[in-house]
């Protein structure tokens, strides 16, 4: 994530200065209002993370929503509806004025 450091009017200008992208994690490990307590926490949090088995948990309980959201709208009953006409859009088209070249 990209930081705005700073903002500054030159004229009519504005100017800014961004700090280099780092993502919420470094940015809590570098800071000094956390304890060191909360930071090994956090460290130890990061380090057993494993990024192709959250992505198969998070795939998972998608598709179990997905099979309940189905399931749910099979159990009502829909009442078809009429099929509606398709309007002309031809009416509503401005023709261009021809143009005579001389």
């Known amino acids: 994530m990209i930081k705005l450091v700073l903002k500054e009017r030159i004229g009519g200008k504005m100017h800014r200065k961004y700090d280099i992208p780092k993502t919420p994690y470094q940015r809590v490990m570098e800071s000094k209002e956390v304890s060191l ?13 494993n990024p192709t088995e959250l992505k198969r948990t998070i795939d998972k309980k998608l598709n179990l929503l997905y099979k309940a959201y189905q399931k749910k709208n099979r159990s009502q009953k829909v009442k078809p509806q009429k099929k509606l006409k398709p309007i002309s859009v031809r009416n509503y088209i401005a023709q261009p004025e021809p143009i005579s070249v001389r």
């Open 37 to 49: 307590e909360r930071k090994q926490q956090l460290k130890r949090i990061y380090q057993s993370l």
